[in-house]
């Protein structure tokens, strides 16, 4: 997928609040962002938002429809480890999990799990051992070209591109039933975030959750300013140290992070003001909206049908 003009987006902030945020980007094999949701149930149902197991099932079904698509192509295709729930809370703007934090920090073992897993991808290690005339061949089966494309405007400017050929495509037509559709939906709904993010920043009831967080964190020897200040220092803080020593050390920062965002309510107040002002920007772009839902609905049901692979 192609990006036709730059749009900025402020440090992964409220939008990844509720589940977290996976690693990804604009390609299509990349996993989607999740929604928090707790309907149960698919037949008949208007749309909602999905439960992360919801998403996981659907992410799991493009990776079978992709295998057998590039079978047919002459491929062998190896479908990439779906995220798991625990994976898509790393990258959240406040981890208030204290749980979690005992367990990942910031999930420094799930990105190194991660990045062992896409080190070892058997899909590139077949990729590459290709002649280059099968490698466009190949590549053109999985992804398609860009003689075939769908766009769509983004709300905050720019455009985004992706192929209506290939693959990842026909995975997507078959679960969503029209791709085009969908992909202008989804990207509509989901790129709403530079929209809103800079009203959350200064609204006075996070701007006081933070300072109250940040308190915390001073009186437990962390002088962290906002969460922010410690993602963008992530790096330089575990500096020199291996990688058992900077778990260690991340660990106890997260677990402090987390009785501190309990105490001053930050994550849940973060939580509560994206939910609000998401819907208020929601509501200029009503039909994209009910169209991503009932996609996203539809396309569950359709996961779980075994006759679609």
Not at 26 to 47: F, I, L, S, W, Y
Request: charged share 30%; with cysteine.
């Amino acid at each position: 997928m192609k990006v036709k003009s730059s749009v900025l987006l402020s440090v992964a902030f409220i939008s990844c609040l509720a589940a977290g945020c996976v690693a990804g980007s604009e390609n299509p094999r990349a996993t989607e962002r999740p929604k928090k949701g707790d309907a149960v149930g698919v037949a008949g149902e208007r749309g909602r938002d999905l439960t992360v197991a919801e998403e996981i099932e659907i992410d799991r079904a493009e990776g079978e429809l992709v295998e057998t698509c590039m079978e047919r192509q002459g491929h062998p295709y190896w479908p990439a480890p779906v995220a798991t729930a625990e994976q898509r809370k790393v990258g959240v703007y406040v981890v208030d999990d204290v749980d979690w934090a005992r367990r990942y920090g910031y999930g420094r073992p799930l990105e190194i799990a991660a990045e062992k897993a896409r080190r070892s991808d058997p899909n590139a290690t077949y990729y590459n051992a290709l002649p280059k005339k099968e490698r466009i061949r190949y590549s053109r089966a999985l992804d398609g070209d860009f003689g075939h494309s769908i766009s769509v405007e983004l709300p905050s400017g720019g455009t985004v591109e992706t192929s209506q050929k290939g693959c990842f495509a026909e995975a997507r037509e078959r679960l969503y039933a029209d791709y085009p559709t969908w992909f202008r939906a989804e990207k509509t709904v989901t790129g709403l975030t530079p929209l809103y993010v800079p009203r959350i920043h200064r609204d006075t009831r996070l701007v006081t959750a933070v300072a109250a967080w940040s308190r915390c964190m001073n009186e437990s020897g962390y002088p962290f300013k906002n969460p922010d200040e410690i993602r963008q220092k992530r790096d330089s803080l575990v500096k020199g140290m291996n990688d058992s020593q900077a778990e260690d050390a991340e660990v106890k920062l997260a677990v402090t992070e987390a009785g501190c965002a309990r105490e001053s309510s930050l994550g849940k107040i973060a939580r509560s003001l994206e939910g609000e002002y998401r819907k208020k920007t929601l509501d200029d772009y009503p039909d994209e909206f009910a169209t991503y839902r009932q996609m996203r609905v539809d396309a569950l049901s359709r996961a779980r049908n075994p006759e679609i692979r």
